[in-house]
């Protein structure tokens, strides 16, 4: 399980370093992991027996980041619209059901898998996009996903105390405490990325980190609801798509929306 685990993991570093440097490129390739995260959530409600607009959320989901990437924004506040007409589009297509049990949850469902994966995902692209926006992303990855391995080695060799059993069994405190730190360590090194002040970094990392075991925990929440272990089994060793992006899911929007505030 380790060396696939490995093995995955270099296929997934390789596949970023080679998209990473175009941001177009970039921008498709976190609307491939869209596409893939989305099919993933509405395949795990499905198992759950809730019935949702799939491809209609994937076709609705698909459209959110490629309108980023190509730079397509008719207002300023276009997502704003959009969302509105989606969920006009989704009450609409209830007028042709024959009993009305289950068109909240439906709605709701098809909604929330838009809004979680999608447009959270999304600000990976629109972080790509702004000036210095390469360094800003590596950043964001290397310290998000640098407390993601901490918490998974320190947890492995000396996580005794359970975090959350309820939603997830096997994370710990320490394993926690582990990916903080490796987090720091990572925040100080990308000082020539983001151009902060250390103790800026320190605060920043606690912060990312923070975000990025909560958006772990609430993917752990939706499976441990729908009843599966992994999201997915695209990835060898390490479960589905939204298993490697849940942590990014909250990360992304907040640092977005932190850099037009602290960045001007």
């Excluded at 959320?57 to 959009?82: H, M, Q, Y």
Aim: hydrophobic share 55%; charged share 15%; proline share 3%.
């Amino acid at each position: 399980m380790l060396i696939k685990r490995i093995f995955s993991a270099a296929i997934l570093i390789g596949l970023v370093l080679g998209v990473i440097f175009v941001d177009w490129l970039c921008g498709l390739f976190v609307t491939l992991f869209i596409v893939a995260g989305l099919y993933e959530f509405f395949t795990m409600l499905e198992k759950k027996g809730i019935t949702t607009y799939k491809y209609v959320g994937i076709g609705v989901g698909l459209i959110i980041p490629l309108s980023i990437a190509f730079r397509f924004e008719p207002t300023k506040s276009w997502e704003l619209l959009f969302i509105v007409l989606v969920i006009l589009f989704l009450i609409m297509m209830q007028f042709r059901r024959r009993a009305s049990d289950g068109v909240v949850i439906d709605i709701s469902t098809t909604l929330f898998g838009i809004l979680y994966v999608s447009w959270f995902f999304s600000f990976l692209i629109k972080i790509r996009y702004m000036p210095e926006g390469l360094g800003f992303l590596g950043a964001l990855l290397l310290i998000t996903k640098s407390g993601d391995i901490g918490a998974f080695l320190v947890g492995s060799a000396v996580g005794k105390t359970p975090l959350i059993p309820r939603i997830s069994p096997k994370k710990t405190v320490e394993g926690a405490l582990g990916g903080i730190l490796f987090s720091v360590m990572v925040a100080l090194a990308c000082k020539p990325m983001l151009h902060f002040a250390y103790l800026h970094l320190f605060w920043l990392a606690i912060g990312f980190n923070i975000l990025g075991q909560l958006g772990d925990l609430s993917e752990s929440l939706i499976k441990r609801d729908c009843g599966v272990k992994d999201s997915g089994r695209i990835l060898p060793g390490m479960g589905g798509i939204l298993d490697e992006i849940d942590s990014l899911l909250f990360t992304a929007p907040v640092f977005y929306f932190y850099l037009s505030v602290f960045n001007r």
